[in-house]
Nanobody
Framework: QVQLVESGGGLVQAGGSLTLSCAASGSIFRINAMRWYGQAPGKQRELVAVITSDGSTNYADSVKGRFAISRDNAKNTLYLQMNSLKPEDTAVYYC??????????????WGQGTQVTVSS
């Protein structure tokens, strides 16, 4: 059974920084693309950043230059470094990954989410 577990959320003042982590565990053969999504109160879940298996990245316009997505393939862990945080970054952040379990085909997995709150 494959699981994604996020950590690192919390309360921070505007201008501050946080680092989110997402650890994948279980019977994993390969992890392809990994993503961070954010869901602000009353809004739809939106893609924040994506990183492919070879390290290519892409970001939502709203976070370009402030957030950095990275991964440690040896540890099956995804990161999101969040700098210069703004109150509008307040959201529940979810990890998503395209994972090939051992003996099965690729499917998408979601973490449980971690709350990030930025105070003004």
């Amino acid at each position: 059974q494959v699981q994604l577990v996020e950590s690192g959320g919390g309360l921070v003042q505007a201008g501050g920084s946080l680092t989110l982590s997402c650890a994948a565990s279980g019977s994993i053969f390969r992890i392809n693309a990994m993503r961070w999504y954010g869901q602000a109160p009353g809004k739809q879940r939106e893609l924040v950043a994506v990183i492919t298996s070879d390290g290519s990245t892409n970001y939502a316009d709203s976070v370009k230059g402030r957030f950095a997505i990275s991964r440690d393939n040896a540890k099956n862990t995804l990161y999101l470094q969040m700098n210069s945080l703004k109150p509008e970054d307040t959201a529940v952040y979810y990890c998503n990954a395209d994972i090939v379990p051992i003996g099965s085909g690729q499917r998408g997995y979601w973490g449980q989410g971690t709350q990030v709150t930025v105070s003004s």
